[in-house]
């Protein structure tokens, strides 16, 4: 498979946002950029917490996310001679807070069971062999022995992203986070969904439904394509510098790909016009982005979210 239009076939929930919505070609002395497969799709933060929570930043997209686990597996039956690997960003989980019910930490256990849907995607998760990267957000569920921060095919290179940030120490996955810090966001957190639930006036209401202090719930849907004046110019200067200089002349870095801004983008005039940038955005807070890589094109799509809260039943759909 080395169109992206092959990967999308029928499926009319799935829109690229990068490119003006066309797939971005590959120059043809990058070719092939992987090595390991023929298809490689990258899904960024989701941020699952416990169902029934409302510090729960992924609920509002799991249906669509459902339906695209049911995709992916579609495509890989229909292509069993294609390579298809599938790359989880890292902040899978929402492991900053504690279980809203116990106060205990929060465990994956606790999140894929506490709603029948989210059983079914890690279900699908399992059939599919998605693979992970460490998150930020979830760093707690990783050992030692299976820790990844980055991983390398052929010529990508995939990281989460939060390496790039001014806040990297407090987001560094090797330290412990300051409790105070934690329960001063817990709080805010709460703040903020009461704020959504109070009584507002008709012209603030949909503001106060849908953000507060930048987050947004998840309830709006969002299907923009960020701009290159609004994304943060130091995660663009710390890989530009990191893989400018690449020693590597035989199998040297020419895509970058990292999630944790919750912000889509590609950059074709990246360090040095050497490399492109892209970033898959997310799929959590009204977001529902992912990336696709072939050895001929890349592009940032979105999943069109058809329902806002999905039943509670009939989830074992894929097999």
Same mark, same amino acid.
Request: proline share 5%; glycine share 8%; with cysteine.
């Given at each position: ?125 399992? @059939?599919?062999?998605?693979? +992970? #990267? ?5 760093? %707690?569920?990783?050992?030692? *022995? $299976?820790?990844? &921060? ?34 001063? @966001?817990?709080?805010?957190? +709460? #703040? ?5 639930? %109070?009584?507002?006036?008709? *012209? $603030?209401?949909? &503001? ?112």
């Amino acid at each position: 498979m080395t169109r992206i239009d092959e990967f999308i076939g029928g499926n009319g929930r799935i829109s690229i946002i990068s490119g003006g919505g066309d797939p971005t070609p590959v120059p043809r002395p990058w070719r092939p950029l992987l090595d390991s497969c023929d298809l490689l799709v990258a899904i960024p933060d989701m941020h699952m917490y416990h169902y029934g929570s409302q510090l729960d930043g992924f609920r509002c997209g799991a249906e669509a996310m459902l339906h695209f686990l049911q995709h992916l597996d579609s495509v890989r039956r229909s292509h069993p001679d294609r390579r298809l690997r599938i790359i989880q960003m890292g902040d899978l989980y929402e492991l900053w807070f504690s279980h809203p019910r116990t106060g205990h930490a929060m465990t994956p256990e606790d999140i894929w069971k506490s709603h029948p849907l989210y059983e079914e995607i890690h279900r699908l998760f399992c @059939l599919l062999r998605v693979e +992970r #990267i460490c998150g930020n957000h979830d760093y %707690r569920y990783v050992t030692n *022995n $299976d820790v990844r &921060l980055s991983v390398r095919d052929g010529k990508v290179h995939l990281e989460h992203g939060f390496a790039a940030d001014h806040w990297y120490h407090f987001s560094n996955p090797h330290r412990p986070l300051w409790p105070a810090a934690m329960a001063g @966001l817990k709080t805010l957190r +709460r #703040i903020e969904s009461g704020i959504r639930g %109070r009584p507002a006036e008709a *012209n $603030d209401r949909q &503001l106060l439904r849908s953000s507060a202090w930048g987050t947004g719930s998840g309830d709006v849907e969002l299907e923009t394509f960020t701009k290159r004046e609004e994304y943060r110019r130091r995660s663009l200067l710390h890989y530009s510098r990191l893989f400018q200089n690449n020693r590597e002349v035989s199998q040297p870095i020419r895509l970058v790909l990292v999630g944790h801004t919750h912000k889509p983008y590609l950059d074709l005039d990246f360090a040095g016009e050497s490399t492109f940038y892209m970033d898959a955005g997310a799929w959590s807070y009204g977001r529902s982005d992912f990336a696709v890589v072939t050895n001929e094109e890349v592009a940032v799509c979105h999943y069109t979210r058809l329902v806002q809260k999905p039943a509670k039943i009939l989830y074992r759909q894929a097999v």
